[in-house]
């Protein structure tokens, strides 16, 4: 694309009352526009990042054998009822609002109890289990306050997976087999090396819940890290007790400001008693069936991860999730440099690699700020010199290293790349 | 997909108050799941087909120019106060809530307050202008019925496009544009001989808007066709001085009902006007920017579709846009059929041909049904005579001719078709 063409521009300012690193920037670079405290639009290079995230999870959720629907936000008092979750006293996020005829309605801050309802209409046998479903969902909450940026927003994207299974040992196998699709997850987004599978508070049926825990100083949560194991405990079930339990050694652990990032919990039987979900075993005999909750934050990430990777200069993106691979930079106005650049372009865009175009008759050293503002993988000058020398000027984000590259070495380079 | 690992079933029973043949079927068939009174969710065929709509309607949005983007649910009172649309006498169909601190807030039925609001961080000179941005949207409307399945829901997704101009002029040839661009879309989706541009109500700014209204007793509107011209009228707006106006002869219209899949809207400048947008034009004086407002109904068209080529033994769907091409049944539970299918599975599946393998065990009547019911394109049996006769039977959905194929000339159909 254009940069003539792209309807957002960078800005130097940002809302007063944007307080967050990871918005701020997110708002300075154009990939977000802020709404209201905690409520933020994606922009075309926000969205992008939004999409190549969800792609991801997406194709590791299908390899596990999830299947992909999309449940409503509207949400029906009774089935909440049920559960004890609709009383704003014991949830004090939801949104709620009242049909014409009176009706209360929800919004859905989470789909648990509307999706375990909706399964008594598909299952009823041992043959219909076990499986797995999910969707991306736009989540609200009310939140009281909202100062984190894209990390603790009132309007949310989320990606969250449902397991049902007939026994706890069925479940278990999934539960570790989404543990596993998990770190996939954030090794292909660039997080890998900063996120850990971290026990946190369970529930009813199960001692832990786990959570996934990217080290960010944006981050809400402290955690104390045994970074040989790749294991950490959150603060809030960190004692001497649990220590031992998991046969961790105290004087190894890091304590870590981390965020959390996805998190999967066992429900047991609890919700399906609640709810009224039953199937048939094979002997007959009617079982509750186990059910298993799994979350992603998307748009929390896009915060984190852009948090995590700026320097002082503006975002860097890793390329699997980049909104374009390529910035190229035409600078000058002469009629050579343009005429290389357009074509260039054209070469670029019919080969399939995404790249922005830096058009604008703007002076080379405000291209090169938004170049590194924008923060995309790799930049790519032409100017009067390097028409002169047969050559195109390379640099890659996250060093200061300058190539003069002919086109083939260009081109296979580029082609190398992982986008 | 293999039948016995998809969670959804087909079903002979529908909610008792669930009176819409659209609904109807797409629950039966397992595409939709009524959560309530005009909120439904996509179950993975039926999320299938939206997302196959929508990238029909996003490569068509792209080619002329629009720029994909996400706006939030979440309203601001201010914005909507300054066009005299938040009050509920003014617009019925707001859900409304509050923030913790008391703050009233809306929930996205329409966006273009919003848009244009924010519009305002990005045009400031004529140099940023003309372009369009687009999004595909939850919308949620509190409507006082919803019994019309999915084609007026209080929950639908809905792609709406907004354009920014200078002129006029600049105006008309972008909204010319996307008449055009919304043919295509509609052409491509199967229902091109069916949808026609309607004249409809206009507003402050222009006499007419225009319409696309789909052919189909499950509509809710009325228009007078011009067949041979392609061009229809609302009834909102049928009258002799309409006709004259429009150079339409009224003996050669026809009275149909219909469904509107599509609106495209000029509002000058009225809303810049209202909310503030202005531009510096090269003479430095400012000028309000031109906007007009362009929507399909996704959702709703997933109901049109439904509908409109269902036949009384379930949904058929345009290859364009149905959930999988193939519908492979192995019939009777022999090793042999069972080994030729699953060998079929793997071929296809490789080849990128999408199917559902019915490899469940239940009699042969029940898996032409529900092949007639889901209504995927083509249907390939294998069963211990083709096995035998080392065919294929091939069965298209639109017809009753069975033939016989080998797998050359199976593999050959299958990959000149277009999906």
């Known amino acids: 694309m254009k940069l003539t063409e792209l309807f957002t521009k960078t800005s130097k300012t940002v809302p007063a009352d944007e307080t967050a690193k990871n918005a701020q920037l997110l708002i300075k670079a154009g990939f977000i526009y802020k709404e209201m405290a905690g409520v933020y639009a994606y922009l075309p290079l926000g969205l992008r990042v939004i999409e190549n995230i969800k792609q991801i ?83 609200l909450r009310n939140e009281l306050r909202a100062k984190s940026g894209i990390l603790r927003s009132r309007e949310f994207i989320m990606k969250d997976l449902y397991s049902y299974s007939r026994t706890q040992e069925e479940h278990q196998k999934i539960y570790d087999e989404l543990t596993k699709a998990y770190l996939k997850v954030f090794a292909r987004i660039g997080l890998g090396d900063v996120t850990f599978v971290t026990y946190a508070a369970g529930g009813p049926f199960t001692p832990y819940s786990h959570e996934f825990q990217t080290i960010t100083d944006a981050g809400e949560d402290t955690i104390y890290l045994d970074r040989e194991r790749k294991l950490a405990v959150n603060q809030d079930v960190y004692s001497d007790e649990v220590l031992t339990q998991l046969g961790l050694d105290k004087t190894k652990l890091e304590k870590l400001v981390a965020a959390e990032v996805g998190n999967i919990f066992s429900f047991g039987d609890v919700k399906s008693k609640q709810l009224g979900l039953y199937y048939a075993d094979q002997d007959g005999t009617e079982k509750p069936v186990i059910l298993g909750s799994y979350g992603i934050g998307v748009s929390r990430l896009l915060g984190v991860i852009a948090e995590h990777f700026a320097d002082d200069k503006g975002l860097v993106w890793p390329e699997s999730i980049a909104p374009a691979k390529v910035y190229l930079a035409a600078l000058g106005d002469s009629e050579e440099v343009k005429k290389h650049a357009d074509e260039l372009y054209s070469i670029l865009t019919d080969a399939g690699i995404s790249l922005l175009y830096d058009n604008r008759n703007i002076r080379p050293g405000e291209k090169f700020a938004d170049a590194d503002l924008i923060g995309l993988p790799y930049r790519v000058v032409i100017s009067n010199q390097t028409v002169a020398n047969g050559t195109y000027e390379w640099k890659e984000r996250t060093n200061n290293n300058i190539k003069q590259l002919n086109r083939d070495e260009l081109l296979s380079l580029l082609s190398a790349t992982k986008n």
């Open 57 to 139: 999870i997406r194709e590791e959720m299908n390899a596990v054998g999830g299947q992909e629907l999309l449940m409503t936000t509207l949400q029906r008092q009774e089935l909440w009822e049920k559960t004890d979750r609709w009383d704003d006293q014991k949830v004090d996020i939801w949104f709620k609002s009242k049909l014409k005829n009176g009706t209360d309605v929800g919004f859905g801050w989470s789909h648990e109890e509307q999706i375990t309802e909706m399964m008594k209409s598909y299952i009823s046998s041992y043959r219909d289990l076990p499986f797995s479903v999910y969707q991306f969902q736009t989540k």
